[in-house]
């Protein structure tokens, strides 16, 4: 028999999107033991007794406990299954086989961590389509703790080190915990610990969801202020290539904007990437100084 498998979903208010997904995970072709479990920090849509008719493993939390680590090991520690695997609550399986997909590096002993590729959902805005398709390639790649010598080269280069379509070994997730002083860019922090501990990360193209964020302005300054934060706290070491990184992929999403018709969409994608690339920096500097005070 297959390995038993526990999809963790944490949960917000999704939406009726979340029955959906829940119906993609059901109808999954993996032929060993799957359990969902949902935790849930405050949900008034409906979504526990959708939860519920799905026959979900449910527990709620307060919303003011809600924390993207400290959360995340709640589910795993409620979780009876030899993988777990966590699926955020607005990443939709796009086949069948993405569980199957998710799963079988480590079942072959090729990895203790398998993160999937994310495409953007069929109406996403251009810059999201192309924001998908730069950073989530569809080539196969296996980390490994070679790769962790540059932490900041790390954190820029490996966007798809994701927990929202992740799978992890029980074994190692007991190994190396989320580490719960981080409550952003949680899964780098993880994935660079299991590195370091010479355990192997596979990126698994074949193990696809549907994801993708409608931001305004405002909302993506805030996020990226964020992730800019963690950044400064996680990838403390190597060469800082943000800018220049950020110029060449501005440059490319003109490029795919033009060539796919979108050129209406220039003068927006303009400001977007700029509220992107403030939000980043002004968060990484208060990360920075932050560091200095501890």
Same mark, same amino acid.
């Given at each position: 028999m297959k390995p038993s498998v526990s999809v963790v979903i944490l949960?917000?208010?999704?939406?009726?999107?979340?029955?959906?997904?829940?119906?993609?995970?059901?109808?999954?072709?993996?032929?060993?033991?799957?359990?969902?479990?949902?935790?849930? &920090?405050?949900?008034? %849509?409906?979504? @526990?007794?959708?939860?519920?008719?799905h026959g979900c493993a449910i527990y709620t939390i307060n919303p003011e406990d809600f924390h993207h680590s400290k959360t995340r090991n709640f589910g795993a520690e409620n979780a009876s299954g030899d993988i777990l695997v966590y699926l955020t609550h607005d990443a939709t399986p796009k086949t069948e086989d993405w569980l199957e997909n998710l799963v079988n590096p480590i079942i072959s002993d090729q990895a203790g961590v398998v993160y999937g590729r994310q495409v953007a959902y069929p109406d996403a805005k251009p810059m999201n389509e192309f924001f998908y398709s730069h950073f989530y390639p569809d080539q196969?790649?296996?980390?490994?703790?070679?790769?962790?010598?540059?932490?900041?080269?790390?954190?820029?280069?490996?966007?798809?080190?994701?927990d929202v379509s992740a799978a992890i070994d029980r074994d190692i997730w007991e190994q190396y915990r989320f580490q719960e002083a981080i409550?952003? &860019?949680?899964?780098? %922090?993880?994935? @660079?610990?299991?590195?370091?501990?010479?355990?192997n990360i596979v990126y698994e193209p074949e193990a696809v969801v549907y994801h993708s964020h409608d931001y305004d302005l405002r909302e993506n300054l805030q996020r990226r202020f964020e992730d800019g934060r963690a950044y400064a706290t996680i990838a403390a070491d190597g060469e800082d290539?943000?800018?220049?990184n950020g110029v060449q992929y501005v440059i490319n999403e003109m490029k795919y904007l033009?060539?796919?018709?979108?050129?209406?969409?220039?003068?927006?994608?303009?400001?977007?990437?700029?509220?992107?690339?403030?939000?980043?920096q002004c968060g990484k500097l208060l990360g920075q100084f932050e560091n200095l005070e501890r």
């Open positions: 949960t917000k208010n999704p939406g009726k999107q979340f029955e959906e997904i829940l119906s993609a995970v059901e109808r999954q072709s993996y032929s060993g033991p799957v359990e969902t479990v949902v935790v849930d &920090s405050g949900s008034t %849509d409906g979504t @526990l007794s959708r939860a519920e008719a196969r790649n296996t980390l490994t703790a070679d790769d962790t010598t540059d932490t900041r080269q790390f954190f820029l280069d490996n966007v798809y080190v994701s409550n952003m &860019s949680e899964d780098k %922090d993880f994935a @660079l610990r299991v590195l370091d501990g010479d355990v290539n943000f800018v220049s033009v060539k796919n018709g979108y050129i209406h969409w220039l003068p927006y994608a303009v400001l977007y990437d700029f509220t992107h690339f403030f939000g980043f």
